[in-house]
């Protein structure tokens, strides 16, 4: 089955600087892509989400960049401030899949 | 956006004990998901059901069952309480198997 690799399991960054968080799949056939963000002892909220058919997609100050040929998917924080401090998680839907596929977390820490 | 609640939101019990968390969702999705997060893990599926009266075995289930009893309820019963099963538990719903979740506020729990 499909398995997700996420990379950092930690990040700390200071404030303003860009930050990055990679996950990689296993499934060609992924097609349906998101990015939940987790503020401590909060719910998962669904930050973005991006389908095979774009490669791009922004909001919020992210930037999501989705490779199928190395089946890499990227969030990318161009100026972290201090309310993105939360644990960010990607998640992959495979063709004929009623499952998601989570990643195991990243925790990113903007420093003042 | 989909409300998802969870009762309880805390629990305790003792090894062998017998506990039910509870989740309703109130937006007339079809599905519903049981996962488990742990440190290290990300989230991991425990059972899902697509309607009233079915469930879906999960990635993770020993040691659970589940029962959907209406569309809006879904519970997620342990019968035999073990420390293993100390988690945060979440509850989450989408309109189809292959689209975005959202999740419950969680139920941690722990067993002593």
């Known amino acids: 089955g499909e398995q997700v690799e996420q990379r950092p399991p930690h990040l700390s960054v200071r404030e303003g600087d860009s930050a990055v968080i990679t996950c990689t799949y296993t499934d060609p056939n992924s097609y349906y892509f998101f990015w939940y963000k987790q503020e401590p002892g909060a719910s998962l909220q669904l930050l973005m989400k991006v389908f095979s058919s774009t490669e791009i997609n922004e909001g919020q100050g992210f930037t999501v960049l989705l490779n199928k040929k190395d089946k890499r998917l990227s969030l990318n924080l161009t100026a972290a401030h201090p309310g993105d401090s939360a644990a960010y998680f990607c998640?992959?839907?495979?063709?004929?899949?009623?499952?998601?596929?989570f990643g195991a977390g990243t925790k990113l820490t903007i420093k003042p | 956006e989909a409300a998802v609640t969870q009762s309880p939101r805390n629990k305790v019990t003792v090894t062998g004990g017998n506990v039910t968390l509870s989740c309703r969702q109130t937006?007339?999705?079809?599905?519903m998901y049981w996962y488990r997060q742990d440190t290290g893990h990300g989230l991991r599926l425990i059972h899902y059901s697509y309607g009233a009266g079915n469930l879906q075995i999960g990635d993770v289930p020993d040691g659970y069952k589940a029962t959907r009893t209406t569309q809006e309820d879904f519970f997620l019963l342990l019968e035999l309480a073990s420390p293993s099963q100390t988690s945060l538990y979440f509850c989450a719903s989408s309109v189809g198997g292959a689209m975005e979740q959202y999740f419950g506020p969680g139920t941690r729990l722990t067993v002593l």
């Open positions: 937006n007339s999705h079809n599905y």
């Open positions: 998640a992959v839907i495979g063709q004929g899949n009623e499952k998601i596929t």
